[in-house]
């Protein structure tokens, strides 16, 4: 039980790191300052990653799997963005039927539990490539740069 709170400690913190939450509400950030963000925290994760995997070769595919995660993170992003303008959308329908809202929550929760799965067989993926103390320590790198993706929310790094 340690280790699967520990391996999912790890994807949670990757997916914090790459900017899975945003201190904007969602659809309020611009595309470009949003490409932006993501690329910081891909340019951070390669650097992570470039100084504690050893073996270039290694590094190279982990940085692969990290850019795979970020891809699917964004997607996800948007898919839930889309859903959540088809629930404010509904809700402005007076005659809008429990079942509707229903069908739009299941469908994003499918969707949502879907991307999860994918990110968390990338991290696995990834992890495969790395000694157990390269991932100890990026992951121990990881949490201390993930407080630069916090967006000044008190107690970021302890409510992990």
Known sequence: MKRMFGGLLGALTLMVLVG???HHHHGM?????????????????????????QDPEKAKGVNAY????????????????????????????YTATPDEFSKIVNEANIQRAQSSARVLSLRFKMKDLMTADEWKTL?????????????????AKSSY
């Open 20 to 22: 899975c939450s945003s």
């Open 29 to 53: 950030t611009g595309g470009g300052k949003s490409d932006a963000y993501w690329q910081k925290g891909q340019q951070d994760m390669d650097g992570l990653i470039n100084r504690t995997v």
């Open 66 to 93: 990290v850019g795979e995660i970020i891809k699917e993170l964004k997607e996800s992003r948007e898919q839930e963005r889309a859903y959540h303008r088809q629930l404010y959308t509904l809700n402005t329908s």
């Open 139 to 155: 992951s121990d790198r990881m949490v201390s740069y993930s407080g630069r993706y916090q967006h000044g929310e008190a107690g």
